[in-house]
Nanobody, 124 residues
Framework: QVQLVESGGGLVQAGDSLRLSCAASGSTFSMYTMGWFRQAPGKEREFVGGISWNGDSTYYGDSVKGRFTISRDNAKKTVSLQMNSLKPEDTAVYYC?????????????????WGQGTQVTVSS
């Protein structure tokens, strides 16, 4: 099992940047594909993107492509979400999640481990 704790959320203005971090503990971090999700009030959870176990591959949802970057450091057991050119519609609770790497791919399914979430609010 892996435990996940996000940090770095906050209140920013449109156009600003923010970096979220997710610290993992427990099982070997490199056993997991990592993903970021977000959920805004009254909306369904959205898959922001994912990163392969070794960091060689990433996937981003259309709404964040070109603005957000996911990276990981397996030695430090962390995954990060760098968010640039933030928009008010990026306001949401952001969650990091992990799934066993044997699932393959970088889709939004089969994430079995979740952090508690961190709030990101972007003012206009």
């Amino acid at each position: 099992q892996v435990q996940l704790v996000e940090s770095g959320g906050g209140l920013v203005q449109a156009g600003d940047s923010l970096r979220l971090s997710c610290a993992a503990s427990g099982s070997t971090f490199s056993m997991y594909t990592m993903g970021w999700f977000r959920q805004a009030p009254g909306k369904e959870r959205e898959f922001v993107g994912g990163i392969s176990w070794n960091g060689d591959s990433t996937y981003y949802g259309d709404s964040v492509k070109g603005r957000f970057t996911i990276s990981r450091d397996n030695a430090k057991k962390t995954v990060s979400l760098q968010m640039n050119s933030l928009k008010p519609e990026d306001t949401a609770v952001y969650y990091c999640a992990a799934r066993a790497r044997f699932f393959g791919g970088l889709d939004s399914e089969n994430y079995g481990y979740w952090g508690q979430g961190t709030q990101v609010t972007v003012s206009s």
